[in-house]
């Protein structure tokens, strides 16, 4: 991504990769949170997972729902240990909360790397909402001390827009317990609240005027005066379908549906259908566009994602006409005379998944949705226009029940020249609640920030240094291993290593005591005033001394594979094997890591994710892994596996592959004489295949489709095969 951090920007990055703060980075509308989302995800080399209260607003995001990755209860949450009460609606409480939440291990081991968790559209977060997000980090990474568990968050949007939505059963119950439903009362934050950080450039308007008369809307200080020059704006005779090239703006679904059903049904042209093609799990409440999107030539549409050409053509909410129209082909064009084709787009339902080789967090698709991203736009409600940039636009306001939902919507134009105002605008400033009052004036200025960096940036330090050098969760891992000995050595064939697993675990000992001293001294540099040239000095040491000793170790590991080979019976041990050896790369990860970090706060830079992933020893992990070419015949191997008394099902669980492709193998040495036959196939089954064996048979399907679902057809090949011996 072509994105320069500088000012401001800059310093919040450098607290998000270099520090451990919460930080809630809000801003005016259009002023780049959004990019900035998108910089750190593509940057920071943090393991970071991305979430949204909503389907929509997580799709947005390219991330995913707080409720599907924590598996959170719908409903109220109250933050205590008592039963629930029995009110109309759902509501946990810290009494029943981890009752039904099952986290699978790979789940859980991939919540467990999470370092920075980033919550967009916040606004739309409740307090109690966040509490529960607290306690289940706490608990499913089991640091129940830690608020979160130990992850920095990251909380993006901005608060003076729409409000969290809380039913009034719902705060009947909560405002016990709550201040407010915004999810800065949540009672977490109380004890530790985040950096409060408002970028403040805006990059969508440029109109000195209206950018002033929107910061005082912002800040709900709007004056008379402001809002007569808007109401100068008011046209009585402006109605939605009186304006080309304008957008209608209005605070009600059924309104905005409305006029756009009757504005198309107006067009003369014919209806053209296009139904999105959706593959996987998508879920439908998360449909960013119509999954069937109705058409016709002179419609008035909007863009719901930016040209992906790169070639910028048009934006998120940019409007135009459709000039041409049939099931294959659509083109918009815009005011100025300019055309373009439309694409397809690609949204995309995700998860995160923790990469078993790199201990890195990535993303799966679960899912696709794909169609036009057009929306049919002779009107939209303030709510669905956020983060959408309108050049003509008319307000029609008559039921705005916030100042926040007036402040959408004017700050959705690029300019006051496309400002047309259906109805005048009320002359009464709305309430603001004292704790919203309250915590807008908690913002940081940006000198403020830039002096308080460094002592943020030294409890990191310490704290990673702390965690990156403590051994303590290797060898714990080696004990329980040993523990898992626990049977007779005649029944189980692990136990004859034992005493192997015993001098790993005395190996590795000595390398508790050595990262204990090594944190110390990590502790002791960093109280002093300029600590950056000694600290980078003894993490390079400690990267050298602790990287050659863990080689030493998988060393030991990987000889012991070589010498145990494919022998019968201990594929579970095999398993367990690689999951220690996994365990020394991740320590050693761990600690080259933490190498560049602070060699990179040397130079007042942050380690970026390219750099971390351009390591050599991330590079050289992903090389190790890759399926080495073995030059010795398929065939050849299996046929040795099976000489070591492996069984057919045995080999395939070792190779990866399909008993049916085993047996196939082992067909041609039935035919040299090597493998008896009935070793493999009992002689019943046997005889039922060969009776179907005649001269104008002409194949194996032919075969299997007289047989039940107990016969392979790898078995029918072999005893196709045996039957040609018998000839001969």
Known sequence: MNYQLSGLAETTAHYINTTNQHIFLTGKAGTGKTTFLKHIVANTHKKTVVAAPTGIAAINANGVT???????????????????????????????????????????????????????????????????????????????????GGVQMLFIGDLLQLPPVVKDSEWRVLSEYYKSSYFFDAHVLKDHPPIHIEFDKIYRQSDEQFISILNRFRDNEQSQKDIEFLNGFYKPEAKENSEKGFIFLTTHNRKADEINEKRLKALKS?????????????????????????????????????????????FNGKIGQISTLDKNEIWVKFEDGTEVPVSHYT???????????????????????????????????????????????????????????????????????????????????????????????????????????????????AKLAENTFNFGGLIQTLTDHIQSFDKEENRSNKQQYLKWTQGLLEATLPLKKVGQIFSNEVQNILVQENYADQLTERAAKAKTYFSQEMDKLSAMIHEHEKEIGLKVRILAYQKELKKI??????????????????????????????????????KNRVKELLPKKDKTPTAEISFGLYQQGKTVEEIAEARGMVPSTIEGHLTQYIISGQVDIKKLINEDKLKVILSLITPETTGTQEIKAQLGEEYSYGEIKMAIAYSKIMKA
């Open 347 to 461: 949204w995309e339902n995700k998860r995160y998944t923790l990469n078993q080789a790199t201990n890195e967090i990535e993303e799966k698709v679960l899912g696709t949705f794909m169609q036009y991203p057009l929306k049919l736009a002779w009107a939209v409600t303030v709510h669905k226009s956020q983060g959408l940039t309108f050049e003509k636009a008319i307000l029609d306001l008559t039921d705005a029940f916030t100042h926040g939902q007036v402040y959408v919507a004017l700050s959705r134009l690029t300019s006051l020249k496309g400002l047309v105002l259906a109805s005048r605008l009320p002359m009464e400033n709305f309430e603001r609640s004292d704790s919203m009052n309250s915590f807008m004036a908690t913002k940081s200025e940006a000198q403020q920030l830039a002096n308080q960096l460094p002592s943020h940036q030294k409890a990191y330090f």
């Open 66 to 148: 707080l409720h599907s990755l924590l598996h959170l209860p719908f409903g109220a949450f109250i933050p205590e240990r008592i039963n629930p009460p029995n009110v109309n609606h759902q509501v946990t409480t810290l009494q029943n909360l981890f009752a039904n939440a099952k986290f699978n291990g790979t789940k859980r081991a991939m919540l467990n790397e999470v370092e920075l968790l980033i919550i967009d559209e916040v606004s739309m977060l409740r307090s109690d909402l966040l509490d529960c997000i607290d306690h289940m980090l706490r608990y499913v990474r089991r640091r129940t001390s830690e608020p979160f």
């Open 270 to 314: 014919e209806v053209v259908s296009f139904d999105s093609k959706i593959e996987g799990d998508f879920p439908e409440n998360a449909y960013p566009t119509n999954q069937k999107l109705e058409l016709k030539k002179g419609a008035q549409v909007m863009f719901i994602k930016n040209d992906q050409t790169g070639q910028g053509q048009y």
């Open 581 to 618: 050896e996994q365990s020394y790369f991740n320590k050693k990860s761990e600690i080259t890591r933490f190498y560049l970090l602070v060699s990179n706060a040397q130079k007042g830079k942050s380690l970026n994710k390219n750099e971390l992933y351009d390591s050599a020893l991330l």
